[in-house]
């Protein structure tokens, strides 16, 4: 019986390790050839043999600075020249840091911009047009923050509060030219990133990582930590056939800890 996304090319940046590197495995485990595009190339090969070693399509992938209009020409171009199709891109690429505002310097807020929400919105713009082609998806992983301001992840806040905004605003587009869009807002999920953010909270508020990562558990109520799978599941449901009616959503991952309603 063939697999879901057998055929089908799909496009993860922020691929090598992580959410995006679960969402890869979950596409690659349903057949499609995947193409994971970050900056560090080690990165890049362990995941690329994690996923062969599940019997997967071996991964392309392409190491490149995707806070640059350079490096997000580049993965495109690749993709283009080998396979000339892509049915998925998945924008999952980008770390904004945590910290004081007043300690957070100028190069901070340029650089998250720069790669989660700058990034995100050139290779939209480059594989549109094969997006279109393949009637495809788009899933764009962005973060509770968006939703959920606070004064210690404020370049995370507004990177992540304009990168929804700019996926909403696409979905007239999207229904034109017969391409869904829908957002992943993920809480907090077990990855090495979740561990960094955890020690700038502790440096910006005093206090050891043990004793942050503790609060961030009992003040939300969560059962647990989220894994990556959660994330990389519903990913692959939303580029499903079965979620095409499902346009300009934003989903959060959670376990029920982000607060407010909506």
């Known amino acids: 019986m063939p697999k879901e996304f057998a055929g089908k090319v799909v496009v ?47 991964p392309m992938t392409i190491a490149g600075d995707l806070r640059t209009l350079d490096g997000c020409q580049q993965v495109f171009d690749q993709v283009k020249q080998c396979f000339n199709r892509c049915d998925v891109l998945v924008n999952n690429a980008g770390a904004t840091k945590g910290g004081k505002f007043s300690d957070q310097p100028d190069a901070e807020w340029t650089d998250g911009f720069a790669l989660k929400f700058f990034g995100a919105v050139r290779l ?8 279109k082609d393949a009637h495809g998806s788009i899933v764009n992983i962005i973060g509770a923050a968006a939703r959920t301001p606070g004064p210690e992840f404020l370049v995370g806040g507004a990177v992540n509060a ?10 007239a587009l999207g229904n034109k030219d017969d391409i ?9 999920t077990q990855t090495d990133r ?11 508020q005093d206090k050891t990582i043990e004793q942050v990562r503790a609060e961030a558990v009992s003040k939300s109520g969560l059962r647990r930590i989220g894994q990556p799978e959660d994330i990389a599941e519903l990913a692959l449901y939303l580029a499903s056939p079965k979620a095409r009616h499902l346009q300009g959503t934003a989903i959060v991952v959670d376990g029920g800890g982000t607060p407010g309603y909506y």
Request: aromatic fraction near 8%; charge should be positive.
């Open 124 to 131: 939209t713009r480059q594989f549109w047009p094969l997006l």
């Open 162 to 171: 304009a990168f929804a905004n700019f996926s909403k605003g696409l979905t």
């Open 12 to 58: 993860v940046s922020g691929g090598s390790r992580g959410i995006g590197r679960a969402i890869a495995l979950a596409f690659a485990r349903e057949g499609a050839q995947t193409v994971l595009a970050a900056a560090n190339a080690a990165n890049l090969t362990d995941a690329a043999k994690a996923i062969a070693a599940t019997g997967g399509l071996a």
């Open 180 to 188: 869904n869009i829908n957002v992943i807002h993920p809480g907090s």
């Open 194 to 204: 979740v561990e960094q953010l955890y020690a700038q909270y502790a440096k910006a």
